[in-house]
């Protein structure tokens, strides 16, 4: 095979390779947090000649964590948090509304909007940790456990936000 020939294998196959790990690192359904649902009042602002409000939405899309795993106690048969728990990251819905306003408040003030945007919601599920009604061998039993109290637990669920709202008034918002 000729040296041009070689380089040119070469750099096709370097091209495909970043093509092709380009295309699985970059995608878009892991980039997308909130999918906009708009409301379309279109249609009957039209059919009606009035001016309609308008609407839109956001739904969050919840994502996974990585639960946090056992661990050894020392002094325990069985592991702490037997059942771990699962973090999920999403958001709280948010929406936006814009309104006309017939001049109640004055001829500056003619549209209301209220704002609610989408906010980060983090929670963790409720988790279970258990103790067996054994102790660890003891030396001076001949290597046998003795018994105690058996134990179980439940770790409680966890929520966190932190939501906001805005409401403005002015001319042609």
Known sequence: MKPTTRGTLAAAITCVAAATAGAASASPAAAVTAVPVPVPLGGV??????ELPEVRGELPVPVPGEPEGPR??????????AVPQLPVHAGL??????????HVLGSR????AVSAPASDLRTLAPGVTVDAPLTQPDAHRYGLPGTKLPQAGVLTPMLQAVPAAAVVTGPGL
């Open 45 to 50: 602002e039209k059919s009606l000649n009035v």
């Open 72 to 81: 050894y106690v020392e002094g325990r048969l069985l592991p702490d948090r």
């Open 93 to 102: 819905p948010g929406g936006e509304a814009r309104a006309p306003l017939p």
């Open 109 to 112: 003030f003619d549209h209301l």
